[in-house]
């Protein structure tokens, strides 16, 4: 929150806006759901987390409770698998490029408004978009390729 004497992040997103970047991000794991659960069945704890970013993208919850409900769950852990590991797929390079290819048609004209506010990954040290983890391998690439779909007009009029 802004106001005075506080310093408001290029890397945060209005309450708005990180709901529709929410609804967005929820069906975009939900649509690789099923490798988590093949590499880790019994962990719900994936499908638990897309059923409240759904929650939260429907105004059910603010961004403070789901940081709150975070840190009562003792913080992010990791899934069963990682993603450098098992993405792409054997034999599959190309699959990378089309899931980015899919989650950028999918992108709703609020949700693309909202991600082209964002600075780029690896630029702005103030948040999570920041040197580091998202910033690197696979995940960086993916990340850069995706702030990069952003402004290509290929992927403007394709979202339903």
């Given at each position: 929150?802004?106001?005075?004497?506080?310093?408001?992040?290029?890397?945060?997103?209005?309450?708005?806006?990180?709901?529709?970047?929410?609804?967005?991000?929820?069906?975009?794991?939900?649509?690789?759901?099923?490798?988590?659960?093949?590499?880790?069945?019994?962990?719900?704890?994936?499908?638990?987390?897309?059923?409240?970013?759904?929650?939260?993208?429907?105004g059910e919850s603010t961004v403070a409770e789901e940081i709150r409900r975070r840190f009562v769950?003792?913080?992010?852990?990791?899934?069963?698998?990682?993603?450098?590991?098992?993405?792409?797929?054997?034999?599959?390079?190309?699959?990378?490029?089309?899931?980015?290819?899919?989650?950028?048609?999918?992108?709703?004209?609020?949700?693309?408004?909202?991600?082209?506010?964002?600075?780029p990954v690896g630029e702005n040290a103030s948040g999570p978009l920041g040197p580091g983890l998202?910033?690197?391998?696979?995940?960086?690439?993916?990340?850069?390729?995706?702030?990069?779909?952003?402004?290509?007009?290929?992927?403007?009029?394709?979202?339903?």
């Amino acid at each position: 929150m802004s106001g005075p004497g506080r310093h408001r992040s290029p890397q945060t997103l209005r309450e708005a806006d990180r709901r529709v970047v929410a609804a967005w991000a929820a069906d975009c794991a939900e649509r690789v759901l099923g490798v988590f659960e093949a590499e880790a069945p019994g962990d719900g704890r994936p499908r638990d987390a897309i059923a409240r970013t759904r929650a939260f993208a429907r105004g059910e919850s603010t961004v403070a409770e789901e940081i709150r409900r975070r840190f009562v769950n003792g913080g992010a852990r990791p899934v069963g698998c990682a993603l450098p590991p098992w993405w792409p797929p054997p034999g599959r390079p190309e699959a990378v490029q089309e899931e980015v290819r899919w989650q950028l048609r999918h992108l709703s004209p609020a949700a693309r408004a909202a991600l082209r506010k964002l600075p780029p990954v690896g630029e702005n040290a103030s948040g999570p978009l920041g040197p580091g983890l998202l910033a690197s391998g696979v995940l960086g690439s993916v990340i850069r390729d995706l702030q990069a779909g952003l402004a290509n007009s290929e992927y403007t009029d394709t979202w339903q």
